[in-house]
Every structure is written in structure tokens, then in C-alpha cells.
């Protein structure tokens, strides 16, 4: 794998863990949305998820793997809020929930940094 300057490369877990809901109107064709609309899931009359996650613990349908590349999103310009909000580190500090899914499958924790 060539270096991994994102640790999101070498992890993808919170695109296979959480279900990944947000607002319709992020989803193509409906207003401002950029979320391609063969993506989602419908939830309810104003809510949609990603494909593969409807339930938690299931794989984003956009979430995408090589050997040379890792992990990447395949639609990372179009993605929903939940995945634009989603932070690594808040004030320099992990994030508790990216670090136990870390965790959880065996890779070396984020250490803290100064802003």
C-alpha cells in the first residue's frame, strides 16, 4: 500500500459500522442534494441512509477498497452531511468513537495533537 498520510485509508470503519441517515433533500434532484439517489435508502417521507447501512454494522455502499489506494469513499465530493461532519479530531483530541472502532479491529489508536 503506498503511504498513508489519512488514517481513514487504512481504516474505513465508521463507513461500515454507523448508519449513515440524513435529510432527502441532500439527495440528488431534490433541491441542492448531490447524494446520487441509487445510493440511498429511503427511511420515511424526509429521511434517507446510504445503501448497506439501513441497519448499522453494514457496509456503505459508496466505501470502496484497493491494495495500492485503502480505503476511499467513492462518492467524496457528493457525500451526505453525516459523512462531511464526521471529524477525526475535535479541539486536538481523537475522536472517542473513530478511536474505538479503531480499536475494535486492531489498528494503532490516533494520538492526541496540538492545533
Given amino acids: 500500500m503506498t ?6 485509508f487504512e481504516c474505513g470503519q465508521c463507513c461500515q459500522y454507523f448508519r449513515v441517515s440524513f435529510y432527502h433533500a441532500e439527495i440528488e434532484g431534490n433541491g441542492i442534494g448531490k447524494v446520487p439517489l441509487s445510493y440511498t ?8 441512509c446510504m445503501k448497506g447501512t439501513e441497519f448499522g454494522k ?6 470502496s477498497y484497493s491494495n495500492e ?16 461532519e ?15 472502532l479503531r480499536k475494535n479491529i486492531g489498528l494503532k489508536l490516533l494520538p492526541e495533537t496540538t492545533i
Avoid: W
Avoid at 503511504?3 to 481513514?8: A, H, K, T
Fill in 41 to 48: 435508502t429511503k427511511v420515511n417521507d424526509h429521511m434517507a
Fill in 86 to 100: 464526521f471529524e477525526l479530531y475535535e479541539n486536538g483530541k481523537p475522536n472517542p468513537k473513530c478511536n474505538e
Fill in 3 to 8: 503511504d498513508q498520510i489519512n488514517p481513514c
Fill in 69 to 84: 489506494e485503502g480505503y476511499r469513499c467513492s462518492i467524496y465530493e457528493s457525500r451526505p452531511s453525516p459523512c462531511r
Fill in 58 to 63: 453494514g457496509k456503505c455502499v459508496a466505501l
